[in-house]
């Protein structure tokens, strides 16, 4: 039988996956059937993912997908523009000579989707260029905040690349964080990073007013 860790990342993977849909019902005897545990493991397992934020526990109605209201994401993304910023500045420090090949390499990779308007393969370069950053930077601490403030906004960061003309605006912002890393500039490429995560925090707050006047 699935133990605790192995049910906990496999019903974090489908959450992120967007297999569970946000404020779905998360039943627990069709979950532990699903995932081969018993009740006692399934449970702990939510109780753990309540305390990433995937989750919520409500009381009497058991467990549901949790929705992130924009307003939160903005929060949420504040937060990032903080740590981001910092494994930014770390990496130059640490970048190897092909560690700064390989990103000058999802550089060119993401300026061809962007020309090939290949939305959600530059969505998936994103993805890998941050973690490779995070990889090089080797910040355990402020990679583990990340993947949980990451896990929490699935949502709201694809549909920022759907936002017309979005991707044509983080582009040069990737690069430029690309460039100061691979120039071993710490402060170019936090100045970079914190510019680059301060545009999402834009184009949030404006979903949140769009949203507030549609009301």
Known sequence: ??????????????????????????????????????RFVLRNALIQLAS???????????????????????????????????????????VSDEQADYLRELGDQMRAAVDHNELVKYSELNTALHTTLREIAGHDTGSRMLEQLNGQMVKHQFQLFLVPGRPNTSLPEHLAIISAVCARDPEAARAAMHTHVGSVVTTLEEFAENSAASV
């Open 1 to 38: 039988m699935a133990d605790n860790s192995h049910v906990r990342n496999q019903l974090r993977e489908a959450i992120l996956r967007g297999t569970y849909a946000p404020r779905q019902r998360l039943i627990e005897a069709e979950l532990a059937e699903e995932y081969g545990a018993s």
């Open 52 to 94: 990433e934020g995937l989750v919520e526990m409500q009381p009497n109605r058991g467990a549901r997908v949790r929705e992130v209201t924009v307003a939160e994401a903005v929060e949420i993304t504040e937060i990032r523009q903080a740590i981001e910023s910092l494994v930014a500045a770390r990496a130059a420090e640490r």
